[in-house]
């Protein structure tokens, strides 16, 4: 199966710009369990603030203001509604 898209989306939010996007893939991108590749950036001054992607080798993980820390991924809408709170928590 090749790789389809499921979301993508760039916009102006707060002080910055989000851009993401996400497919579903045929086989898991290991240490993931779950066909599901992605990448999210909330980009403010041409730096990332708050980025999530799970790219082969590192698994499911988040960086929010220069620290990373791993993300357990359940779903697509629970991973948006996640990126989407760090968001809004940075620009508190």
Known sequence: ??????HR???TYGRGVIEGVVWEVSVPLH???H?????LVYVVG?????????ERGKGDHRHVRGAEMRHTFKDVPTLLSDFLRDVKETES
């Open 35 to 39: 066909r599901i590749k992605y990448r």
């Open 1 to 6: 199966m090749k790789a389809r898209l499921l």
């Open 46 to 54: 041409g730096k990332r603030v708050v980025g999530y992607d799970n």
């Open 31 to 33: 240490p993931s369990e």
């Open 9 to 11: 989306m760039k916009e």
